[in-house]
């Protein structure tokens, strides 16, 4: 294993510049963790926690957690979002926390949202586990002499902001959006303290997705298909595919094909108006089917308004006269 996480290292400078995003098996609700424009959508304050501990069994595999909630404020016309993200993925460490507005328009029988997010990333390396103790010569306080390595628990800190369109009416939703449209980069230190001999550059990431709400005539079920296609440089064309049965509006289940990459299926319940969970899990189809466990992934959704009701012409209350 150290064996492996050494080679890993070597590969840095090509990993920091490929597929960076997390993923969610059960995008469909999540859709402002890839798109900006969703905040302010819905005329309800929403609160989303996702938890997705992937490929169980290897040493290191990824592990993900996701809080992210959105407002509509009328005075601003649209809304505003956060977004905050902790990944870890074997000694690699990356939390960031992104801020979301979106200008809402009215457009026909929906609403054509487009957004902005700025966002904030600290990327670590965590712990010296991956280094073998018996390459290259040691250096005071142990550790290695040379300086294309990074040192353990260094970090960078990178800004960087995403783009969105989305739209919504209801029964169809879509969206196109990029991340790390800036594509800043962070140089960290190396194992003898000499600076920026390695690099974080975040790589743009694009995101077309969208669904479909079809109600079953005279029946209690309806079908929502829906799809997530991702794009980013120096990886592999990705897609997801998914169809969910949804029964009288509070039991679903579903199942989502990744292209080249694995099948989930998922079950949720709406347990009140308000709240509502879900849980998926992947089974691998790519050559990590036969090398560990799939992969589980829990979520739970809070919404609620807040409605003021119109002042009424020619009355007021004073606190004198009760």
């Not at 938890?51 to 993900?64: D, I, K, L, N």
């Not at 990744?258 to 691998?284: E, K, L």
Request: negative net charge; glycine residues 12%; contains cysteine.
């Amino acid at each position: 294993m150290r064996k492996f996480y050494f080679l890993l290292m070597l590969l840095l400078p090509l990993l920091a510049v490929s597929q960076q995003d997390v993923q969610f098996t059960q995008f469909m609700n999540n859709r402002l963790y890839y798109n900006p424009a969703v905040a302010g959508t819905g005329g309800a304050i929403c609160f989303t926690g996702f938890h997705r501990s992937q490929w169980v069994g290897f040493e290191g595999a990824p592990t993900t957690q996701n809080i992210n909630g959105n407002i509509p404020i009328r005075a601003l016309g649209g809304g505003l979002g956060f977004s905050i993200v902790n990944d870890q993925i074997g000694f690699f460490s990356n939390v960031s926390l992104e801020l979301n507005y979106a200008y809402q328009i009215q457009l026909e029988e929906g609403t054509l949202g487009i957004g902005v997010g700025l966002a904030l990333m600290n990327r670590t390396l965590n712990n010296a586990e991956w280094i073998p103790s018996d390459i290259g010569s040691a250096v005071p306080g142990g550790g290695l002499s040379d300086v294309a390595l990074a040192a353990s628990d260094a970090n960078g800190v990178i800004f960087d902001a995403d783009f969105g369109v989305y739209y919504t009416s209801q029964n169809i939703w879509a969206g196109v959006s990029t991340t790390r449209v800036i594509e800043n980069r962070t140089s960290i230190d190396s194992e003898v303290g000499d600076p920026a001999s390695t690099f974080f550059r975040n790589a743009r990431h694009y995101y077309v997705m969208g669904g479909y709400n079809w109600a079953i005539p005279g029946t209690n079920w309806e079908l929502q298909p829906a799809t997530l296609i991702k794009l980013a440089p120096g990886s592999a064309f990705t897609a997801d595919i998914n169809i969910t049965g949804v029964y009288n509006k509070k039991i679903w289940g579903g199942v989502t094909y990744r292209i080249q990459d694995a099948i989930g299926t998922m079950v949720g319940y709406q347990f009140t108006p308000a709240f509502r969970a879900g849980y998926s899990y992947d089974i691998a189809t790519s050559e990590l089917s036969g090398q560990g466990g799939g992969s589980h992934e829990i979520f739970a959704q809070y919404c609620f308004k807040i409605e003021i009701p119109p002042r009424e012409k020619g009355s007021y209350k004073n606190p004198r006269f009760l």
